[in-house]
């Protein structure tokens, strides 16, 4: 639930999409980057009706991150959260804090169940292996200054293993996954799907992998950006529009050389 933004926050820092009635205390408030992993904290916020603050500078990725790097200037990422008065970084952990403060049960599989291992797996598989092979990928193509699908894939499922896991095996992995589950808290919808959409979309981008072969992921996607919450969220999050792919209109894509803009219909 999108509150008035903060006092003290210059206007063209704060972007509210809509005035609520009564304005409410907020404890959270979010320092945001269009297209950026703080799209998951707004995601959770809205799924658990938690009142929160937006900071971000609309169609200004160096400006948005400007405003990040005052609030935390030896960790500046997206996600920065104020909550309580006190500054945190890292996506998965602000979820889980929130979950706790928020949750009441929602958006973790029960205690006992065997969904509860599929969400922590995947809660962490996010940032610990999907992303951080993706951007392994990413930066070995920067430093050696080919393109992205120039370096090597590493192990690849249905080829004769060699090397080190690589980006395909992680999708395919994530592909096996969803043939057997609904959502990466099994039965159910959980935190760890928010953590995971970020993983999923940001493959292409960050290591050009085209995930449009893996039906059951596709499928997925198009499970959980149905849910209302995704849509509430991806209007406050990208307030210029988006493509049907969810990019940005007007936003820069990606590594694109030349540089090129997300152009929207
Ligand atoms: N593991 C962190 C990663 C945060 C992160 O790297 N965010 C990106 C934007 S999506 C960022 O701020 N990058 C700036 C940088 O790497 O310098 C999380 O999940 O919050």
Not at 48 to 75: H, T, W
Not at 99 to 107: I, Q, W
Not at 235 to 251: E, F, I, W
């Amino acid at each position: 639930m999108l509150l008035l933004p903060m006092a003290g926050i210059p206007a063209e820092a704060a972007h509210a999409a809509q005035a609520p009635a009564a304005v409410k205390q907020a404890d959270l408030t979010i320092y945001h980057i269009e297209m950026r992993r703080s799209m998951r904290v707004i995601w959770l916020a809205e799924e658990l009706e938690i009142p929160y603050n937006l900071v971000f500078k609309r169609g200004d990725i160096a400006g948005s991150m400007e405003l990040i790097r005052e609030m935390s200037p030896l960790m500046p990422m997206a996600p920065t959260v104020k909550y309580k008065g006190n500054v945190y970084v890292e996506s998965g952990g602000i979820l889980d804090l929130l979950l706790s403060e928020y949750g009441n049960g929602r958006l973790v599989p029960p205690n006992g169940s065997a969904d509860l291992g599929n969400h922590y797996q995947w809660m962490h598989f996010a940032e610990g292996t999907a992303m951080y092979r993706a951007w392994a990928a990413r930066y070995a193509s920067m430093v050696a200054n080919i393109p992205i699908t120039d370096v090597p894939k590493g192990y690849q499922t249905g080829v004769k293993p060699s090397g080190l896991v690589g980006v395909p095996a992680v999708y395919a992995f994530v592909e096996d996954y969803l043939s057997r589950n609904p959502y990466f808290g099994g039965g159910h919808f959980s935190a760890a799907d928010i953590m995971m959409h970020f993983a999923v979309k940001s493959a292409g981008p960050a290591a050009g992998i085209d995930i449009s072969g893996y039906k059951n992921v596709a499928a997925w996607v198009e499970r959980v950006e149905a849910r209302p919450a995704f849509q509430r969220a991806i209007k406050v999050a990208l307030p210029g529009g988006h493509d049907k792919d969810g990019n940005g209109c007007g936003l820069p894509i990606p590594f694109s050389n030349p540089p090129a803009v997300y152009a929207c219909p």
